[in-house]
């Protein structure tokens, strides 16, 4: 039943004249770019299907009630509901031969449209499972998987600490091997030993994979997995010795029901250690693993997936800021009578068409790592370790760029679309939340740019011994032959320039390091480099994907204009470092500019083509700004109409309260 709001302003049928308009006429296959994004057509044939197979289903229809406003505990269990509905829709599929249904349960696109702000299950499946699968014997896990796999049990990854996150060596957390007993005894020193931020821990989980410090014979062996229950299957209370509980608000995914966990001398059989890499024999001999890093291949895997995610939630808002400046008119009227569309403003277009260029090129990169993380997991199960340290690298470069390059760029669309922007119905700020939160987690960026770090000047020494280099870092072996020339014009110029600079800025750094002999007083500039080599890889696998894509010529074209605009507005943003190490010229600085413009007033007819080919149901873009069907300010309203003070009815108690102290101050 419809309140009396909701029934002024229904949203018109048909779609908005001024989007209409938008789409007359495309010039460029859509399919093309769609299929390119997806990874093929059959995977476009898929997607839809789950499409249909999640979005479709009674129990995934919108039942009208705003998360946010609802208190801690009814949004926990409407969200737990939501999360469940997943799993049997995703199961389903899967048994379907949908292969790509459980990933697509807590993805960027599928999964935030039944769960936008985060999934109590999400660890479960994200890193607990594939955690098992990794680290696990088979005799460890064979039970425990299938019954995980069917939700007999929840579980959840457990390894950052109060007082420590990124650095994993300086884990609190004791494990000591007890030889007479053949046990485990965990134990959390202090207060920053206890694990926080886990996904799931705060009330859903009951088993966990717990990272503690493992200690055999008065040794330190370093940081391993251990599976832990830490509830009782029966009644869900915490076991003895286990202190578990959820840590509170935060800035976005509040419905990942994030705990904190902390053990009181709580004991576990030797068989809790996940022994599949390296194990504690019964007289408490220690067996090391064959890589020390193989223990954080699961990291590797969920970064990559993280940049896949982040590019998606990237062009959800980059969907949402063209379509709504699209029919958002404001400014001196024209000849017709009509205000113009802020789209056709030059400054609203260098707001919105680097983030639509990057929100491509940023995924095309970053798929480039997710299949080099398959290639070389391949090659770890076969024994083979030697580009294990190069993969590391990279995921580290991909997850840092993707999160920090998108949550700025999300923030720029949002502020782009003014005041209805902030509007939580617009669902901007909550991908902007969604996004920035990435930037911490599994790596806080700063501290995995510290790590590319360390790994370029391991490489870059070894290019000055002559020693050739792996793929990602073959620039270091370049001297450039010193050339003068500057081809600013092509996609491969462009990338060129970015080598140069990565290549300059990594010489600085080794020879800060030299001077300096001190790593902390380098950081700056090892960030710098880090950086630097970072933006030199997506540059350069964007633009191989423009040259090797399988598109039309058309479409070609349309991407190489994308890839020029991205490239050029990272340089225009810090043009410094290419005037000192890529022998720009500042009339070249004003060719770019030029260039940009023109590009920016080419892109502009092609816009809302282009951001109709991500194909975002109005379901996964939850936006009142976005529709399809571009009737923002109807949307807006009807948004604005179901909030619970304009549904309540009646006067609110808290008004009533004040009106009757006041009439009763007065008596």
């Given at each position: 039943m419809k309140n009396r709001l909701e029934q002024l302003h229904p949203v018109p049928g048909g779609v908005n004249p001024d989007l209409e308009m938008e789409r007359r006429g495309c010039p460029f296959d859509q399919k093309e770019?769609?299929?390119?994004?997806?990874?093929?057509?059959?995977?476009?044939?898929?997607?839809?299907?789950?499409?249909?197979?999640?979005?479709?289903?009674?129990?995934?229809?919108?039942?009208?009630?705003?998360?946010e406003s609802l208190g801690s505990v009814d949004r926990y269990n409407s969200d737990l509901r939501r999360a469940k509905t997943l799993v049997s829709l995703a199961t389903k599929a899967r048994d379907e031969g949908l292969n790509d249904a459980i990933r697509a349960m807590f993805s960027a696109g599928l999964g935030?449209?039944?769960?936008?702000?985060?999934?109590?299950?999400?660890?479960?499946?994200?890193?607990?499972?594939?955690?098992?699968?990794?680290?696990?014997?088979?005799?460890q896990i064979g039970d425990v998987l299938g019954r995980a796999w069917d939700l007999d049990l929840v579980g959840t990854y457990a390894q950052t600490e109060l007082g420590h996150g990124t650095f994993i060596r300086g884990l609190e957390l004791r494990a000591t091997y007890l030889s007479d007993t053949e046990e485990f005894e965990l134990h959390s020193p202090s207060v920053t030993a206890y694990k926080w931020w886990p996904g799931g821990l705060g009330n859903t989980a009951n088993f966990a994979v717990?990272?503690?410090?493992?200690?055999?014979?008065?040794?330190?062996?370093?940081?391993h997995p251990f599976l832990i229950q830490i509830r009782d299957e029966e009644t869900h209370e915490p076991l003895s010795g286990v202190i578990v509980g959820e840590i509170g608000p935060k800035m976005a995914m509040n419905s990942n029901d994030n705990g904190f966990l902390g053990f009181d001398h709580h004991r576990v059989p030797r068989s809790a250690l996940l022994a599949k890499n390296s194990r504690v024999e019964i007289d408490g001999t220690y067996v090391?693993?064959?890589?020390?890093?193989?223990?954080?291949?699961?990291?590797?895997?969920?970064?990559?997936?993280?940049?896949?995610?982040?590019?998606?939630?990237?062009?959800?808002?980059?969907?949402?800021?063209?379509r709504y400046s699209a029919v958002r008119r404001q400014g001196e009227p024209s000849p017709d009578g009509k205000e113009s569309k802020i789209l056709d403003f030059q400054t609203q277009q260098a707001?919105?068409?680097?983030?639509?260029?990057?929100?491509?090129?940023?995924?095309?990169?970053?798929?480039s790592v997710w299949e080099m993380y398959n290639t070389i997991q391949n090659e770890i199960d076969q024994g083979v370790y030697d580009n294990l340290p190069e993969l590391h690298a990279i995921s580290c470069s991909i997850k840092v760029l993707v999160t920090s390059e998108a949550a700025s760029a999300a923030d720029q669309l949002r502020r782009s679309c003014g005041g209805h922007g902030f509007m939580s119905s617009s669902n901007l700020p909550g991908i902007f939340g969604l996004i920035t939160a990435s930037c911490t987690y599994e790596g806080e960026n700063t501290v995995l740019l510290l790590q590319i770090a360390r790994y370029l000047v391991k490489v870059a020494g070894q290019a000055a011994e002559g020693t050739p280099l792996p793929p990602s870092v073959a620039y270091l072996n370049n001297t450039f032959g010193h050339k003068t020339c500057v081809d600013i014009f092509t996609d491969f110029g462009l990338a060129e320039l970015f080598e140069k600079v990565a290549h300059g800025m990594v010489t600085r750094a080794m020879a800060?390091?030299?001077?300096?002999?001190?790593?902390?007083?380098?950081s700056m500039v090892l960030v710098a480099a880090a950086t630097a080599h970072s933006r030199s890889f997506v540059i350069s696998e964007f633009s191989q994907g423009v040259a090797n894509s399988p598109v039309s010529s058309k479409?070609?074209?349309?991407?190489?204009?994308?890839?020029?605009?991205?490239a050029i507005s990272w340089i225009l943003e810090n043009p410094a470092n290419f005037l000192r190490f890529a022998n720009l010229e500042f009339s070249h600085l004003d060719q770019l500019a030029q260039r940009r413009n023109s590009l920016l007033s080419t892109i502009r007819p092609l816009a809302v083509s282009l951001v109709d080919s991500f194909d975002f149901r109005d379901e996964v873009l939850r936006s009142t700004l976005g529709c399809w069907d571009g009737w923002v300010y109807h949307r807006l309203f009807q948004a604005a109409a179901k909030t619970?003070?304009?549904?309540?009815?009646?006067m609110p108690e808290g008004l009533k309260e004040q009106l009757n102290s006041r009439n009763q101050s007065k008596l």
């Amino acid at each position: 039943m419809k309140n009396r709001l909701e029934q002024l302003h229904p949203v018109p049928g048909g779609v908005n004249p001024d989007l209409e308009m938008e789409r007359r006429g495309c010039p460029f296959d859509q399919k093309e770019l769609t299929n390119l994004l997806d990874g093929g057509a059959d995977k476009t044939v898929e997607r839809k299907q789950l499409e249909r197979i999640f979005l479709d289903h009674p129990c995934s229809q919108d039942d009208g009630v705003q998360l946010e406003s609802l208190g801690s505990v009814d949004r926990y269990n409407s969200d737990l509901r939501r999360a469940k509905t997943l799993v049997s829709l995703a199961t389903k599929a899967r048994d379907e031969g949908l292969n790509d249904a459980i990933r697509a349960m807590f993805s960027a696109g599928l999964g935030c449209a039944l769960t936008p702000d985060g999934n109590p299950l999400g660890l479960h499946f994200v890193m607990f499972i594939p955690t098992l699968m990794g680290q696990g014997t088979m005799d460890q896990i064979g039970d425990v998987l299938g019954r995980a796999w069917d939700l007999d049990l929840v579980g959840t990854y457990a390894q950052t600490e109060l007082g420590h996150g990124t650095f994993i060596r300086g884990l609190e957390l004791r494990a000591t091997y007890l030889s007479d007993t053949e046990e485990f005894e965990l134990h959390s020193p202090s207060v920053t030993a206890y694990k926080w931020w886990p996904g799931g821990l705060g009330n859903t989980a009951n088993f966990a994979v717990v990272m503690a410090q493992l200690e055999t014979g008065g040794v330190e062996r370093g940081v391993h997995p251990f599976l832990i229950q830490i509830r009782d299957e029966e009644t869900h209370e915490p076991l003895s010795g286990v202190i578990v509980g959820e840590i509170g608000p935060k800035m976005a995914m509040n419905s990942n029901d994030n705990g904190f966990l902390g053990f009181d001398h709580h004991r576990v059989p030797r068989s809790a250690l996940l022994a599949k890499n390296s194990r504690v024999e019964i007289d408490g001999t220690y067996v090391k693993p064959p890589r020390e890093k193989l223990g954080y291949a699961t990291m590797i895997l969920v970064r990559a997936a993280i940049a896949l995610d982040m590019t998606i939630h990237l062009r959800k808002a980059v969907t949402i800021a063209t379509r709504y400046s699209a029919v958002r008119r404001q400014g001196e009227p024209s000849p017709d009578g009509k205000e113009s569309k802020i789209l056709d403003f030059q400054t609203q277009q260098a707001k919105i068409f680097p983030p639509l260029a990057m929100s491509i090129g940023l995924h095309i990169a970053a798929n480039s790592v997710w299949e080099m993380y398959n290639t070389i997991q391949n090659e770890i199960d076969q024994g083979v370790y030697d580009n294990l340290p190069e993969l590391h690298a990279i995921s580290c470069s991909i997850k840092v760029l993707v999160t920090s390059e998108a949550a700025s760029a999300a923030d720029q669309l949002r502020r782009s679309c003014g005041g209805h922007g902030f509007m939580s119905s617009s669902n901007l700020p909550g991908i902007f939340g969604l996004i920035t939160a990435s930037c911490t987690y599994e790596g806080e960026n700063t501290v995995l740019l510290l790590q590319i770090a360390r790994y370029l000047v391991k490489v870059a020494g070894q290019a000055a011994e002559g020693t050739p280099l792996p793929p990602s870092v073959a620039y270091l072996n370049n001297t450039f032959g010193h050339k003068t020339c500057v081809d600013i014009f092509t996609d491969f110029g462009l990338a060129e320039l970015f080598e140069k600079v990565a290549h300059g800025m990594v010489t600085r750094a080794m020879a800060a390091l030299k001077v300096e002999n001190d790593w902390n007083s380098c950081s700056m500039v090892l960030v710098a480099a880090a950086t630097a080599h970072s933006r030199s890889f997506v540059i350069s696998e964007f633009s191989q994907g423009v040259a090797n894509s399988p598109v039309s010529s058309k479409l070609r074209t349309i991407l190489s204009n994308l890839f020029q605009l991205m490239a050029i507005s990272w340089i225009l943003e810090n043009p410094a470092n290419f005037l000192r190490f890529a022998n720009l010229e500042f009339s070249h600085l004003d060719q770019l500019a030029q260039r940009r413009n023109s590009l920016l007033s080419t892109i502009r007819p092609l816009a809302v083509s282009l951001v109709d080919s991500f194909d975002f149901r109005d379901e996964v873009l939850r936006s009142t700004l976005g529709c399809w069907d571009g009737w923002v300010y109807h949307r807006l309203f009807q948004a604005a109409a179901k909030t619970p003070l304009n549904t309540s009815g009646g006067m609110p108690e808290g008004l009533k309260e004040q009106l009757n102290s006041r009439n009763q101050s007065k008596l």
